[in-house]
């Protein structure tokens, strides 16, 4: 086989989590050793997202998400059309990888599979690198303390309201951007304005009340944040769950704009009041814990 000019690694990168960055490391290693050039190839959705019947709430990083983390982990990277690429054998699939991206190493994860039905398995890989004569590697797990890190285990955790969780295993804070539509306008008359966030289908959302920090364009301010179906005053079974935020000290219209919010602490669960006045009790009871949680939360954006 003639020398590639890619040491490439492929996978969906939900997250792109600490386990995706030790990949991204070994795969800048291996490609310096063998002179090769690193590219990850990377699909915007899981190809398990595309093909599900019920895809909502399934993603950690939207396609937008995903390629501002890829870019900022500094490792070239592709995306791929899932459309082009679903009805592929594992031989076709990598024939175009040896060909149209000009592979001369491939790295995967110990749990890797592609092509049709996923019939490209690690096995599978290992043998055709031995045949096209190019270096194939797997890279281990990666643990942060006794966890296997993976995207799963983050969506878990996220489920279980653990934000300091999600936090250690994605390297950084969990981010939800979405843009800024017309609701109801209650949260005006019970004196907390909030900003209601259309997020799309596909976003993984942690349901309850938190403490959160928000950009708006390019300034950051505190808040608090509900993710739930607004029982108290809300009798409609809505399928994906409304995202409110309460932004602190801020008075703009932002209507159309996208923001983005920064996950600090879960305040508790979302609870169906005994009428408005106990729900605006307890909203300010939220405020002054998150403002307290805020004071010490730090992170880069």
Known sequence: MKHGTYFITIGTFDGVHT???FLFGRLE???AQYRLKPLVLYFPLPPKTLLSNHPEMTVLSSPEEKRVLL???GTPCQALDFNLLRTLSAQQFFNRL???YKMGGLLVGPDFAFGKNRSGSVEFLRQACKKAQIPFHVAPFYHVGTEKISSSLIRKTLAGGDIAGS???????YAVTGLVIKGKQLGRKLGFPTANLDTGIYKVLPLGVFAVKVRVGRRYYDGFCNIGFRPTVNSINDKLPLVEVNIFDFKQSIYGRKITIWFAKKLRDETKFDGLDALVARL???RTQARQI???FVFKP
């Open 294 to 296: 805020l004071r010490h």
């Open 284 to 286: 300010k009871a939220d």
């Open 71 to 73: 870019r900022q982990s």
């Open 98 to 100: 040896l060909t149209h």
């Open 19 to 21: 386990g995706h960055r």
């Open 29 to 31: 290693t291996l490609a």
């Open 167 to 173: 936090h250690a295993f994605l390297g950084r804070p």
